[in-house]
T-cell receptor
């Protein structure tokens, strides 16, 4: 089956910049999404990349390189409320329309 | 403008009992998904409905699991003869047609099988 790799944990200080990487299997790749999930909460959609390059939405940006089968989520001016799990998710052609989620990266923001 | 709702929010059941979980998607969203999330884990796809097309059941872990959806409205996920390994949070999500990458999730149902 298709699998995604992302770090299990990242720690950073308030005000800093952090990058969460995601690598995926190339075969049939269509697009990469990112979701945020606070403890006990529901996942919420952050961004989507289908083409190479950077997509910016406020303090959050997402990048995709199809040639490297790699993407990342960039969080700037970190705030305590950004402490959460971040999941990358891939849409594959031929896989129906479902998302395949990574195992998640737990981000801890410290003072 | 309501979001995705799910009920019950918590369910404790005895091993061997059947449970039914309900999901009410966002109005106008043709696609509906069910996921399972075990503690500290990622989201495991279970089943996908798109309009009146045949559902994608490829993620259902066993024949004890089934789901139905009436048109583009409410869906129910049924787990028969529950086992302890079924304990998890069951999440429902919906999306607009052809925007499967942008899913809106409900708060989930926390299922505990004792």
């Amino acid at each position: 089956g298709q699998s995604l790799e992302q770090p299990s944990e990242v720690t950073a200080v308030e005000g800093a910049i952090v990058q969460i990487n995601c690598t995926y299997q190339t075969s049939g790749f269509y697009g990469l999404s990112w979701y945020q999930q606070h403890d006990g909460g529901a996942p919420t959609f952050l961004s989507y990349n289908a083409l190479d390059g950077l997509e910016e939405t406020g303090r959050f940006s997402s990048f995709l390189s199809r040639s490297d089968s790699y993407g990342y989520l960039l969080l700037q001016e970190l705030q305590m409320k950004d402490s959460a799990s971040y999941f990358c998710a891939v849409t594959y052609t031929g896989g129906g329309n479902k998302l395949t989620f990574g195992t998640g990266t737990q981000l801890k923001v410290e003072l | 403008g309501a979001g995705v709702s799910q009920s019950p929010s918590n369910k404790v059941t005895e091993k061997g009992k059947d449970v039914e979980l309900r999901c009410d998607p966002i109005s106008g969203h043709t696609a509906l998904y069910w996921y399972r999330q075990r503690l500290g884990q990622g989201l495991e796809f279970l089943i996908y409905f798109q309009g009146n097309s045949a559902p994608d059941k490829s993620g259902l872990p066993s024949d004890r699991f089934s789901a139905e959806r009436t048109g583009e409205s409410v869906s129910t996920l049924t787990i028969q003869r529950t086992q302890q390994e079924d304990s998890a949070v069951y999440l429902c999500a919906s999306s607009l047609f052809r925007r499967d990458y942008e899913q809106y999730f409900g708060p989930g149902t926390r299922l505990t099988v004792t």
